[in-house]
């Protein structure tokens, strides 16, 4: 599947031929024979899984919905989102965000706000009206810088 195309800040009209080359983010679904390639960028969220593991869970997750995009910056991989749809009677039809990390070195140019833009894209042409995931406090900064807002819902658990 060809890669969309999707450029980020600054505007189009604003940027010289060498800034489009090296801004350029393209994003764009895995396929299953792609996803063991990603493991290295996933272990930067996941360092408790093992490549074994983490395929495991995402066949498993796959049944429910669950898909891979990755983020490519010329051609290589910098990135990698998880997401799933949910369908709830208090939120209705909506996109979970379960996982995204964007290689450490290529952080704070675009590449995060470019897979989160693909899978709003995505939850939008599905005729959902929401995305929601659970932030880590130090990634709550860039998901303001995205338009996104804390909500009050306390999220509870129990380990069994
Ligand atoms: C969180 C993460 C995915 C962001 O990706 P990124 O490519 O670095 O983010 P971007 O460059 O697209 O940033 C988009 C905006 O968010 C801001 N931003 C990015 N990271 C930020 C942070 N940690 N705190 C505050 N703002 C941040 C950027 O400055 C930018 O704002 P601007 O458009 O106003 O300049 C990346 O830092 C990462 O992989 N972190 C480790 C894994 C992780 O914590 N994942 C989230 C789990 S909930």
Redo the contacts with the bound molecule.
Sequence with gaps: MPPSSARF?PPMNDLQSDDLQSDDVQTRRLEPREWAAVFPIVM??RPGLDAEQFLDRVRRQSHGGYELVGAYRNGRLI?VLGMRPVHTLVRGPHLHVDD???EES?????????LMAYAEADARARGMTAVF????P??I??YQ??GYELHTTPSMKKIL
């Design positions: 800040h930067q969220l990135g995204i990390v964007i290529e952080r704070r140019a675009g590449g995060g706000r470019a995931l659970d932030a880590r130090e990634a900064g860039f810088a995205i």
